[in-house]
């Protein structure tokens, strides 16, 4: 799975806002980690409260894919190698 850029905007299946995503890979306070961290769109942040955490197969339809320059494709790559070390650290 490739992630979607940050400032994408997004629909969720059976949703009818749609969605722009703020962040990427968060952790809730379970423990679970979700793809992307979300807002609703346009308004943006209105409080934590309106903050959603989703996956990629959650995602329905993109409206707008946002910004991917060599700065994103750098963080993605160090993102992925990070990722892969620490699957290894979790085999051991």
């Known amino acids: ?7 994408s905007v997004v629909k969720l299946k059976d949703a009818q806002k749609r969605i722009m995503i703020v962040g990427l890979l968060l952790r809730n306070g379970d423990g679970k980690t979700y793809d ?8 943006g942040v209105l409080d934590l409260d309106s903050m959603m955490l989703f996956n990629h197969e959650d995602i329905e339809d993109i409206s707008f894919f946002g910004l991917d320059d060599s700065e994103r494709q750098i963080f993605i790559k160090n993102l992925e190698h990070g990722l892969e070390e620490l699957g290894k650290q979790n085999e051991n």
């Open 1 to 7: 799975m490739v992630l979607i850029p940050i400032g």
């Open 36 to 43: 992307y961290m979300g807002c609703p769109y346009p308004e």
